[in-house]
């Protein structure tokens, strides 16, 4: 077991996959509890930049658990997220929502960053793979790809997955940085959408515990559970009955 700080540039940046095994429950984060409190926390970072740039403030965003597992590509790396899922997927969400915004109002470079953060170069990925760097295969699997996959503007009554939390919160973020960026074109919005593409990329901080294949995923798992969210017998015996794939 090795741990690293990284931010999510450092996380996200080689091409590989992010897999969210089937025994993990599904994406539960909401508004109120989760959503707001986490982008007012990235607003802040990116406002104090704006306005004084010296600092260079960061944000911890908490720990995830990855652990290798055999590549379907040669190309790959893959690894089956532990624990963390609920702030990997939120990261994803909000990264693809601020890429898609920048690309409409014509800050193709920025957007191309982002993009780099959740999706894996074509080149790199195997025909008729999804590129995407996060891939779910509980029943968040193909809310996840639709929202992240459909063309802006998203009219998301019209997705087939409009009822998904997933989905909810993508239209959330999408909502408030809309929001804070304010009127494309203008010097505002260029200096807004500059810091905030660079808070997403470097300007976060999680602990990233990586193991490797041939160690006890789940006694950590349980160790980490035992003093945050509690998990429901359910999601115990699931994670019992279903261990990690060791490839």
Do not use: C
Request: charged share 20%; aromatic share 8%.
């Amino acid at each position: 077991m090795e741990t690293f700080k990284r931010t999510p540039l450092q996380l996200f940046n080689l091409p590989q996959y992010f897999v969210i095994p089937l025994f993990q429950r599904p994406y539960v984060w909401k508004e109120a509890e989760q959503w707001e409190p986490m982008w007012k926390d990235i607003r802040r970072i990116a406002e104090i930049r704006i306005a004084e740039p010296h600092l260079n403030p960061t944000h911890f965003l908490g720990a995830v658990v990855i652990q290798s597992h055999e590549a379907q590509s040669k190309r790959l790396m893959t690894w089956n997220v532990i624990d963390g899922q609920q702030r990997l997927t939120t990261l994803q969400v909000l990264a693809a929502v601020t890429g898609s915004l920048l690309s409409q109002a014509d800050h193709p470079k920025l957007a191309s960053q982002l993009e780099d953060l959740t999706h894996n170069s074509e080149k790199y990925v195997i025909d008729g793979a999804s590129p995407l760097k996060l891939r779910h295969l509980n029943k968040d699997k193909e809310a996840f790809v639709e929202v992240l996959t459909a063309k802006p503007p998203i009219y998301y009554e019209e997705l087939a997955h409009e009822d998904s939390q997933i989905v909810a919160a993508h239209r959330y973020f999408s909502t408030v940085v809309e929001r804070w960026l304010g009127a494309p074109g203008t010097a505002e919005y260029t200096t807004k959408a500059n810091e905030l593409t660079n808070v997403l990329l470097d300007g976060l901080q999680l602990v990233s515990i990586e193991l490797d294949a041939a160690e006890n995923s789940q006694e950590i798992f349980e160790t980490l559970n035992a003093r945050g969210t509690p998990l429901t017998a359910a999601d115990l015996v699931r994670n019992l009955v279903f261990p990690t794939p060791r490839g």
